[in-house]
């Protein structure tokens, strides 16, 4: 039955209310300098001012995180970034075998590593995991132990474990058993496991005049709406940060995160600066990148919080292990020819005939079960934003590119085809990450056969610091890689000489002539002038990179209907090279290219009309991963992926560059 309040229950329950936000404002107060002395970074000695290109990991889970702690994972941020350095580190075993831990090792450190562990129940997993206090004993915490699994059978229990935060905590912001009746518990739970990950930062950070590995302090806001993704990574450009991280339990839309990091960390009067990084927009219904500015009726209040979003959100994750999130063929009013390259490492069979969205955006996203948007895919996300610009004249998606692993072992950078041990406790084995579908709940859909090893950010800056990566972030100079580390570089301007590629100071004259990608075009000197771009890129020399390909432009623009436009230039290298691969040995085989070089202009460049550019380096075909473990396999032991033509046998590796952005007088 009903009840009706009477003046003085509402008035008590608003009190109430209004003393439990001032205490959750309290607890999430603005930023301040760490309990701990931090070093003061030394000028580095190899400081280049044409820039370096560096490689990391911006995606890394350890055992903080609820999922990866279900998963049996118990490595911790200091392992995490041992492993980056290239020290060995032990993997959780088989569901079955406790007896069968692994041993993984990098055989190339890494440049930089940020561990992103979840701020979504942080404390949960310390208020489960600690004896003595009152939520310890509950039905939750018992399930998230694998004490009790509910009815699940013991060969799920890693996903039971996982089940029990993620679902049993869905009624409210926090579950009362475990957090008490007002959730305090739980967020005064989350400084430990916070100052941890602060202080393995500043343990890992080489500040010296070295400067041979930069790590900095983040971690993941993981919101999903309608069992959409809508995922975040933030990262910190130094030692100062808020007293908590704001979760999705607190901030419950990302334009509610990003006005909590304006006044927690941009509007806090300290040293405190913060980037997001969203990722996975392949799960997330075209929600990720939808025009929507809830709260905001007028174009003026559109346009202040698209320039939030686009002060707060300089990057896009375009790859990690689940999967592409770069484009797909076949999508509502999306003109031009079609792209073959489009249908790597996808989630969802490029065949599967599934609704289109059109204008709008689904739901299921992350069950792999909603209609499909262009809106999913970072290349629509930036002509989108081309859209936004022409509307409110700002553009709120000016996403430079990265790739990651979101690796929940705490080995980031582990992205090897032919060396892949899987991404999380749950794929431990062969058979394991070869299976088909598996369902999580009612939370998502998994398919670890479609999944992938991940891939790396590469950064240019002038040397390897926070400032100086953070900077260069800031700026968008930064490229992807789906794992071998290709080193593409990408300039636009107006003059730039035919003979540049045959020039010693490639690098040099693309600064002083143009912009590097993740840039603006300046003004054309005339207006008969058409964009010119200078490209170069140089293979992974080691056995994880194959011989290069081709380099290619892509471009994306609008029509006067507001139809989305794509163009795919191949502009160095060969298509038809005849390169391959043998399937059932792995050897590569036919010619490449060890270094590319090009200048470009566009032939079909439109000066009354705004366009972003891209550039994508695609190398030789190779084994995929699932093609390496089935090939290990006794035929009689592999699982029915190894046979279904639908799973890719050979892969081609490829490098996106930032784009460089063009806008119309």
């Not at 392992?79 to 993984?104: C, H, K, M, W």
């Not at 995160?257 to 996975?280: G, M, R, Y």
């Not at 990057?315 to 003109?335: A, F």
Request: hydrophobic content about 35%.
């Amino acid at each position: 039955m009903l009840k009706t309040c009477t003046p003085l229950a509402l008035l008590t329950a608003t009190l109430m209310s209004t003393a439990h936000a001032n205490t959750i404002d309290t607890l999430f107060a603005a930023a301040v300098a760490p309990p701990f002395e931090v070093s003061v970074q030394q000028p580095c000695r190899n400081s280049n001012p044409q820039r370096n290109a560096y490689f990391g990991a911006t995606h890394i889970h350890t055992t903080l995180s609820g999922d990866a702690n279900a998963f049996g994972v118990t490595n911790r941020p200091d392992d995490a970034y041992a492993f980056a350095r290239g020290e060995p580190i032990t993997l959780p075993p088989a569901y079955n075998n406790s007896n069968g831990s692994r041993v993984q090792q990098l055989a190339r450190p890494l440049d930089f590593a940020v561990v992103t562990d979840h701020a979504e129940y942080l404390g949960e997993v310390v208020r489960c995991s600690t004896p003595g206090n009152s939520g310890y004993g509950s039905a939750t915490c018992k399930m998230f132990r694998g004490e009790e699994l509910g009815g699940w059978p013991q060969e799920m229990s890693h996903l039971a474990r996982m089940f029990a935060l993620v679902m049993k905590g869905k009624a409210a912001p926090r579950n009362p058993e475990v957090c008490g009746e007002d959730g305090i518990a739980c967020i005064e739970a989350m400084s430990g496991p916070w100052l941890e990950i602060q202080q393995a930062a500043e343990t890992w950070n080489d500040a010296s005049e070295n400067c041979e590995f930069t790590t900095f302090v983040a971690y993941e806001y993981s919101l999903a709406i309608d069992s959409n993704n809508m995922h975040r990574n933030v990262i910190f450009r130094n030692s100062t940060v808020p007293t908590l991280p704001v979760s999705a339990q607190e901030a419950s839309t990302p334009q509610a995160l990003w006005q909590n990091l304006k006044k927690n960390c941009l509007d806090s009067s300290t040293e405190c600066d913060v980037l997001a990084i969203p990722h996975n927009s392949n799960w997330s219904a075209g929600r990720m990148f939808y025009s929507e500015y809830p709260g905001a009726d007028t174009l003026e209040e559109q346009a202040q919080l698209a320039e939030l979003r686009q002060r707060l959100e300089p990057l896009v994750e375009i790859m990690q292990v689940k999967g592409d999130s770069e484009c797909r063929n076949g999508l509502y009013q999306v003109l031009g020819s079609a792209d073959e390259l489009c249908d790597f490492e996808k989630l969802r069979e490029p065949s599967e005939p599934a609704k289109d969205c059109e204008l709008s955006t689904g739901v299921g996203g992350m069950q792999l079960s909603s209609c499909i948007s262009r809106l999913s895919f970072v290349r629509y996300g930036l002509i989108e934003g081309l859209k936004e610009q022409q509307r409110l004249g700002i553009n709120p998606l000016k996403l430079g590119i990265i790739a990651a692993g979101d690796n929940h072992n705490a080995t980031g950078g582990a992205v090897s085809e032919a060396h892949f041990e899987g991404a999380s406790g749950q794929d431990t084995l062969p058979q394991d990450r070869l299976q088909g579908e598996i369902k999580v709940g009612e939370v998502a859909t998994s398919s670890p056969v479609r999944s992938n090893p991940g891939g790396l950010a590469g950064i240019w800056a002038e040397e390897n610091s926070r400032e100086a990566l953070f900077t260069a972030m800031k700026r968008r100079e930064t490229f992807g890689t789906s794992g071998p580390r290709i080193v593409p570089r990408f300039f636009g301007g107006w003059h730039f000489p035919e003979d540049l590629c045959e020039q010693a100071d490639f690098a040099a004259q693309g600064y002083q002539q143009g912009v590097p990608m993740g840039s603006d075009l300046p003004a054309a000197p005339n207006k008969n002038s058409a964009p010119v771009f200078a490209l170069s890129a140089l293979r992974d020399a080691t056995e994880e990179g194959a011989p290069l390909q081709r380099i290619q432009v892509i471009k994306g623009w609008l029509d006067d209907e507001g139809r989305m436009h794509q163009d795919i230039y191949d502009v160095a290298g060969n298509a038809d090279n005849g390169a391959s691969v043998d399937i059932n040995t792995c050897e590569r085989k036919g010619e490449g290219y060890p270094q590319l070089c090009s200048v470009w202009q566009d032939p079909n460049f439109d000066a009354k009309r705004d366009a972003v550019y891209y550039a994508r380096v695609v190398e030789n075909p190779s084994c995929r991963w699932s093609t390496y473990q089935c090939n290990e396999l006794a035929i009689s032991d592999r699982p029915p992926s190894c046979n279904d033509p639908e799973v890719p046998k050979t892969i081609q590796e490829r490098a996106w560059t930032s784009p460089i952005w063009y806008t119309a007088p």
